[in-house]
């Protein structure tokens, strides 16, 4: 159960999953709804209401009349206009089967990878370079090492690897040594392939690594890997090849 659902469990029905949709009726067939209440608005009533208090980053009508999306940093929750009820679940369309609140997150969060500090991370261009993608990874991550077997299959790509050690107390002590290397491109795989470790007595200035860190709070980044694509969308975990191509080919376009 996560953060919002267990805060609300005693105020919502029995089944946190919630599929807004009924028999026979798509989501786009029905009424389009009225305007939606300002975030203030509903921040406001949902603070006269007893229970945790909520942040909400922002307010969107739904397909279905009378309900309206919440959005509460990377979760969603769905309220009616007065705020007396709330609804944690996946809204999901019945006729394409297509999952709303999925999309909706995926938008909301979306980063501006022009804004990411690409100073700051390890490069790798594999073919043209053409396709991007950036990833904060931790050097005793074991997906981070799957997910870095699956990346030398790619082709036509730029990688940018965030070294965002948080796993264990030699993280940082590596991620500062693979980052002071003469060949960064070169300690970090042959790190994460081959357990091969960088030269000894290597020092330089590391800042970049400690600001990596202080980057994934800002983004709201907490676990390895995560990828994100040059379109701003982000994904978590050891993607397989073919999601990874899917991803890079719709961040191209």
Known sequence: MNMIQSMWATRLARHAFVTFATAGISLSAIAAPPSAPTRAEIQDMLRK??????????????????????????????????????????????????????????????????????????????GDGSRRMAVFADPYCPYCKRLEQTL????????????????????????????????????????????????RGTSCNAAAVSSNLALARSLGISGTPTIIFSNGTERTGALPLDELNSALDAGKS
């Open 49 to 126: 209401n007893p229970g945790p208090d909520i942040d909400v980053t922002s307010v969107a009508k739904t397909p279905l009349a009378g309900i309206f999306e919440v959005n509460v940093g990377k979760q969603l929750i769905y309220t009616d206009r007065s705020a007396n009820y709330l609804l944690v679940g996946q809204m999901i369309e019945s006729r394409t089967r297509r999952n709303l609140t999925q999309v909706a997150l995926q938008d909301s969060s979306r980063i501006d990878f022009s804004s990411l500090p690409l100073a700051n991370a390890i490069r790798t261009v594999k």
């Open 152 to 199: 030398q299959k790619l082709d036509n790509v730029t990688i940018y690897t965030f070294l965002f050690p948080i796993l264990t107390p030699d993280s940082k002590p590596m991620s500062d040594a693979i980052w002071c290397s003469p060949d960064r491109h070169t300690a970090w795989s042959s790190w994460m392939l081959n357990g091969t470790k960088p030269p």
